[in-house]
């Protein structure tokens, strides 16, 4: 049914591989780069007349879309899997391995859009997925091909999120999965999916890069299917949330989408679905993509700062936001392809910043994991800047729960959190923010004293 319809690619040297033949660490074998699933009828470079021959017209792909919102089918209640048309990577959907991922709320954001400086600010929410990070899309996508193709064990590194999310997919579908933490790095609670899951878990005495090249050896001598990010299947999934946003907001893109920077392939990912979706007609233009990165693990801003994103230096990543501590990020390449083509930048942030944001974010009721919060605050830093207008419409894309991480929010509220020098400037907007809980007696008299001493604040 699919069989001729797509073919991988070399985002470096521009060979294509067979799908049979693809290497075990998804690396070109004669440039080391990546490879991208690509459409001949509708990605980059297609022409009208190619789009035209592949696919049903956009109104109709519009109307179908939002019609399997109420169907019952566990595969049209996915948000990745009801836009299959545009990602017809199984031969056989019913070999499709779902957990009802996307389909993610798209939320207003007015306090958050006062404290930016911009008139219009939503935010889509990917933590609100069934493992409760972005991770779910592409694991859907990448899991269900390793099914497909008879694979019995999975793999990944991770630095939580991914972690989760495979093991979830892999205990779905009964099949085995392998998770390689760095010891110490990653949050309890994403851990600890990966273990509720019943995934065998290693922690490796080295940092997310180390357990990267570990597992590349581990897939080259054992039945293992990789799925980080590396893997082109995954993005296929993550590309997904452009349309969601696309559709959530009648078709009309926003001016701006913002995306916390790890590992990058969020970045490519998303881009990749609003220039799929221009070259199909659903849409007229594309966003620009900015990616925000922490200042303690910033590869690529250092990159693009200083080799105008033509090399890259991998980096020590530092950050307390555990889910973007990389420092070789894989998906580099197609991350900064995506910003050329968009338009988009590329922000750091400190640490005192992403908690400022965080808190902010809590305030709208929503709350997010720590290196979702780097998109606001990237913002602020966009809107001084004058690179993002305040009349122009920004959508940030949160990737983790805010329970992924909840030993962060709590060392913010007992000011713990940050050491003096890295708040200064921000004293009295981070105390402001913070809610530290208060011990008293049982007794009405002793809440309602507190309670009116608040209220005179």
């Known amino acids: 049914m699919t069989e001729s319809i797509y073919q991988l690619r070399c985002i470096g040297c521009a060979s294509i591989v067979a799908r049979d033949q693809m290497p075990s660490n998804f690396r070109c074998p004669l440039c080391g780069e990546l490879y991208e699933v690509e459409y001949p009828g509708w990605s980059r470079g297609a022409s009208p007349t190619e789009t035209k021959s592949w696919m049903p017209n956009a109104s109709a792909l519009r109307w179908l879309w939002k019609e399997r919102c109420h169907s019952t089918d566990p595969l049209d209640q996915s948000g990745v899997w009801r836009f299959r048309e545009v990602l017809p990577i199984l031969a056989d959907f019913s070999q499709a391995v779902t957990l009802r991922e996307g389909n993610t709320p798209l939320y207003s954001m007015p306090r958050s859009a006062k404290s930016a400086g911009v008139e219009r600010l939503l935010a889509k929410h990917q933590g609100m997925n069934p493992t409760g990070s972005f991770k779910d899309t592409g694991m859907t996508s990448a899991l269900s091909v390793a099914r497909e193709r008879g694979y019995t064990w999975v793999a990944c590194a991770s630095t939580g999120n991914t972690s989760a999310a495979m093991a979830a997919y892999a205990a779905r579908a009964g099949m085995n999965s392998l998770v390689l933490i760095p010891e110490g790095k990653i949050a309890w609670g994403k851990l600890s999916q990966a273990m509720d899951y019943g995934s065998l878990t290693c922690q490796l005495r080295t940092d997310f890069d180390g357990c990267v090249h570990v597992l590349g050896e581990v897939v080259k001598r054992a039945p293992v299917y990789l799925l980080n990010s590396v893997n082109p299947y995954r993005l296929e999934g993550q590309k997904t949330p452009a349309f969601e946003i696309a559709e959530e907001l009648d078709w009309e893109v926003p001016d701006h989408v913002i995306v916390p920077g790890g590992n990058l392939a969020n970045c490519s990912a998303l881009g990749k679905g609003f220039l799929e ?88 009721g929503i709350g997010c994991e720590p290196a979702s919060a780097v998109t606001l605050a990237g913002l602020k830093k966009l809107v001084h800047q004058g690179k993002v207008h305040a009349s122009e419409s920004v959508v940030l894309l949160l990737t983790g729960h805010t329970l992924k991480d909840s030993d962060y929010t709590i060392d913010f509220h007992r000011r713990t959190l940050l050491k003096p020098e890295e708040s200064v400037g921000l004293e009295s907007v981070l105390a402001s923010l913070e809610c530290g809980t208060v011990t008293l007696d049982a007794s009405a008299e002793a809440v309602l004293r507190t309670l009116e001493e608040r209220m005179s604040k």
Do not use: D, Y
């Open 277 to 364: 979706m221009r070259q199909l007609g659903l849409t007229t233009r594309v966003p620009r993509i900015s990616v925000i990165q922490a200042e303690g693990a910033n590869p690529l801003f250092l990159s693009i700062e200083q080799h105008g994103g033509n090399s890259l230096q991998a980096v020590e990543a530092q950050t307390r936001a555990t889910a973007i501590r990389i420092g070789n990020p894989a998906s580099w390449r197609k991350a900064v392809r995506i910003l050329r083509e968009t338009g988009g930048f590329c922000e750091q942030v400190t640490e005192a910043e992403i908690a400022l944001a965080k808190a902010e974010i809590g305030r709208e």
